[in-house]
């Protein structure tokens, strides 16, 4: 089992940056691919931010390319999000996501971040 914890969400202005921290921890096999999804209220589906697997390769949705920045540390089982150029679009909860070597997929809790002036 993997469990994952986000961290560094929170407020800030439009033109603002962030950085989103998260951590895998248990009894698991390599972690092939970590990322975040945001879903931006209840009713709406979660939507990909960016992915990044083992060997580095990335994957971004069209609504944060060329802002957001995701890289991953395999020793220790991180991944981190880097985002600038904020706008309130972006507002959501972004959830951390893992797929293990025997493609069992994983959640975090979800941490907020909020666009606002």
């Known amino acids: 089992q993997v469990q994952l914890v986000e961290s560094g969400g929170g407020l800030v202005q439009p033109g603002g940056s962030l950085r989103l921290s998260c951590q895998a921890s248990?009894?698991?096999?390599?972690?092939?691919?970590m990322g975040w999804y945001r879903q931006q209220s209840p009713g709406k589906q979660r939507e990909l931010v960016a992915?990044?697997?083992?060997?580095?390769?990335?994957n971004y949705g069209d609504a944060v390319k060329d802002r957001f920045t995701i890289s991953r540390d395999n020793a220790k089982n991180t991944v981190v999000l880097q985002m600038s150029s904020l706008k309130p679009g972006d507002t959501a909860v972004y959830y951390c996501?893992?797929?293990?070597?025997?493609?069992?997929?994983?959640w975090g809790q979800g941490t907020q971040v909020s666009v606002s002036s």
């Open positions: 992915t990044i697997n083992i060997g580095g390769a990335t």
């Open positions: 248990g009894i698991f096999d390599r972690i092939y691919t």
């Open positions: 996501n893992a797929i293990d070597y025997k493609l069992q997929l994983f």
